[in-house]
């Protein structure tokens, strides 16, 4: 599936998104990823986190560092940001933000987590709160228009395949 959008970023610039559903990494073998979020399920709870310097929340993500794959970058971020482990997960989409200096690409991923201890502090300093919510509530926190309906509605296909397997 193709969604074409636009986002406001942080310097109130109005961009274009062009998302794509993604199964595989051949997918996305040709791109250049430079970041990464995940829907994480928890016991059927999707967990987000609060970033106190943007004032919002989101999704678990950030940048790929140089010589990691997007599956470790999302194991990473999401152990940093809430302090949980990737038991699994699924690439299940990408969007091409379209900036002044180019395209940036990132994915967006499914993941089944567990908590291996209390979240403490992002190690970037960047998030400050997660929080597990009903999936349906995630508007609620963030609203990513058509391309974050797809991206939920591919998230809660993965969740419950995974969880009836």
Known sequence: ???????TND???KL???YYDADSRADIKHKHISGVHACCFYKGRLVIV????????S????????????????????????????????LIGYQEIVTPDGVVVQTRSACIVEPYGDFVADPDGEITKTLLIEPSEYRQYF???EVGERV???ALEFFRQAASS
């Open 59 to 90: 999704l678990p993500g950030g940048g790929v560092e140089v010589g990691e794959s997007v599956e470790e970058a999302v194991v990473r971020e999401v152990r940093e940001e809430t302090n949980m482990n990737v038991l699994r997960q699924t």
């Open 50 to 57: 609060y970033a106190e310097s943007k004032g919002r929340w």
């Open 152 to 154: 939920m509605a591919r």
């Open 143 to 145: 609203d990513w228009g």
């Open 16 to 18: 274009e998104v062009r």
């Open 11 to 13: 310097r109130g610039e």
């Open 1 to 7: 599936m193709y969604i074409r959008s636009h986002l």
